[in-house]
Each structure stands twice: as structure tokens, then as C-alpha cells.
T-cell receptor, first 112, second 116 residues
Framework: GDSVTQMEGPVTLSEEAFLTINCTYT??????LFWYVQYPGEGLQLLLK?????DKGSNKGFEATYRKETTSFHLEKGSVQVSDSAVYFC???????????FGSGTRLQVQP | ETGVTQTPRHLVMGMTNKKSLKCEQH?????MYWYKQSAKKPLELMFV???????ENNSVPSRFSPECPNSSHLFLHLHTLQPEDSALYLC???????????????FGNGTRLTVT
């Protein structure tokens, strides 16, 4: 079945540091890939998405590139802020199936 | 307003109690979902409803009973739960466009359930 694997957290960085959160997936066909973010006390929000190989999704300074050859969708940001502290979830969607398959989430803590 | 509202925010119940979680969406969506979020585990899909009809039950134990009276409301009825059922239960909705790429999920803030 489909699965998403994320690096375990927490990831602790200082403000303005470079961020990478790894995500790899297993799925048949050509899934769409997503990153969702969950701020403390809130539900998940869509951060960015990519629908085909080599697509780059971007939003709020975050980027992720759909790499089919390595089945990866790593999240990056050049300079993190304290306000980026949250849990980040990688997810995939296969074709017309509306329900997403999520990873276990990676907690990011940014210190001033 | 988040668009998806869940009540209550916190719930503590004994194993013999019966309680219900409520979800309401104000986005005009036609698909609604229940997810379970446990520490250090992937978000687990529980149920999917599309136009009030259940389209997916992810092998959820019968002590969890969903109800979707209309496209805007979704309930999760709980009875004889176990301590391992303690988790954050998230409701989500999406527009029914036939595909996941143009129809992102909108989540509520969740209900934190503790079973004692």
C-alpha cells in the first residue's frame, strides 16, 4: 500500500538557519505530493503541493521539488523564523482518491 | 473562523461512557473525513463521506460510529473506548471535484480525547 516516511523530529534550529525536512514515499502510479503544516493548537493547513515529476511547490519561503527518481519530496527553507515552529506533514494522493496518505509529521522548533 | 469547526476541543471519558464528537464545515464542501492523530504515528484516515454517503471505512473498530446527516455536519459517536484510543481526532472537508490535487483538505482544530 501507499506510505510516506518522514525524518523523525524534533528538528531544532536557530533563527535564520537553513531547513531541510526529508520525505520519501511509496506508491504505485504518479501520486500528487503535499506538505501540510500544523501550528500549536490548530488543525493542519496546506503549505504547498506538486502534481508531477520535477514540479516545484512553493509558499511562504518554503519549497519542495517532486523527485520521481528518488521518490522524494524534501521540504526546504533558506532562513527559518520563530513563527515557523510547527509540525510539518508530508502526504500523497493517488489519482482520483480523495483521501490523503500522511507521514508521521516532523516537529520543527526554531529558537531566537 | 477556520471554516471547519470541531466541538468539544477537549474530552475526557471513561471506558463505559458514550460521547459524540461534532464537526461542522462552512465551506460548501461535499466530502468530509475523520482522521486520528497519535504521537509519533502517521495521521490515520478513519472514515470518508462524500455527499453524505460513506465511501471509506479504514478498518475502524465498531466502538467508533460515524454519522453524516448532511454535507455540512459530521459526527463521531464513541462508546466503550479503550485507553489506547486517546488521541487528537481531526475532522476535514474538501470540495468534491473528483481529484485530490485541486481539492485540498481543510482541517478543524481537532478534539483532544482522553480515555481513562
Amino acid at each position: 500500500g501507499d506510505s510516506v516516511t518522514q525524518m523523525e523530529g524534533p528538528v531544532t534550529l536557530s533563527e535564520e538557519a537553513f531547513l531541510t525536512i526529508n520525505c520519501t514515499y511509496t506508491a504505485t502510479g504518479y501520486p500528487s505530493l503535499f506538505w501540510y503544516v500544523q501550528y500549536p493548537g490548530e488543525g493542519l493547513q496546506l503549505l504547498l503541493k506538486a502534481t508531477k515529476a520535477d514540479d516545484k511547490g512553493s509558499n511562504k519561503g518554503f519549497e519542495a521539488t517532486y523527485r520521481k527518481e528518488t521518490t522524494s519530496f524534501h521540504l526546504e527553507k533558506g532562513s527559518v523564523q520563530v513563527s515557523d515552529s510547527a509540525v510539518y506533514f508530508c502526504a500523497l494522493s493517488r489519482g482520483g482518491r480523495r483521501a490523503l496518505t500522511f507521514g508521521s509529521g516532523t516537529r520543527l522548533q526554531v529558537q531566537p | 473562523e477556520t471554516g471547519v469547526t470541531q466541538t468539544p476541543r477537549h474530552l475526557v471519558m471513561g471506558m463505559t461512557n458514550k460521547k459524540s464528537l461534532k464537526c461542522e464545515q462552512h465551506l460548501g464542501h461535499n466530502a468530509m473525513y475523520w482522521y486520528k492523530q497519535s504521537a509519533k504515528k502517521p495521521l490515520e484516515l478513519m472514515f470518508v463521506y462524500n455527499f453524505k454517503e460513506q465511501t471509506e471505512n479504514n478498518s475502524v473498530p465498531s466502538r467508533f460510529s460515524p454519522e453524516c446527516p448532511n454535507s455540512s455536519h459530521l459526527f463521531l459517536h464513541l462508546h466503550t473506548l479503550q485507553p489506547e484510543d486517546s488521541a487528537l481526532y481531526l475532522c476535514a472537508s474538501s470540495q468534491d471535484t473528483g481529484g485530490g490535487t485541486d481539492s485540498p483538505l481543510h482541517f478543524g482544530n481537532g478534539t483532544r480525547l482522553t480515555v481513562t
